[in-house]
């Protein structure tokens, strides 16, 4: 296990190894992210590391196992809007996990940024908006706390926006 000097573990060390890893042997590197979910030192880290393979049905699961532990913090999770991590993954299963974090205490930004940086990437490869992805739009702007400043994310809130209210569920 490479640790840094703090004696953690060396987030960036492990993500290149397990993404190197993965394209010899990824059925080893599922057994490592399984069992990272659940490990002590490796769990509040988890989901940084999940983003280093592409996020499957499996992953999505250990996705929803960490969230529902104790050992992963909700702002972890927010690693999942960093790069394509998400593209992936069926609207459908993003929403259910979208809405999942958003009821975490604390997990309302988290989902927020997951669910920009998909719709972002599915407009940057022209995607066709996904009514999932809609619904779970709309149902972040219902949670959307009164006299929350997004002036740093008005371009982020626009886009959802645009998604989910459209139509006559918008």
Known sequence: LALTSQGEPNIQVLWGFLATLNQRDPGLVNFLLDAAVYDETLAPWFVALQTSIPIDERGLDRLMHALAGCRTPVS???QLSNGRAMDSIPGTKLRMLVSAVAEREGGYDAAFRILYTRLYSDRDQHRPDDPELAAAGRALLVQLPFGHDHR????????????ALVGSEG
């Open 76 to 78: 972890a999770f927010r």
């Open 152 to 163: 740093d994310e008005s371009y982020e809130l626009r886009l959802i926006m645009k998604v």
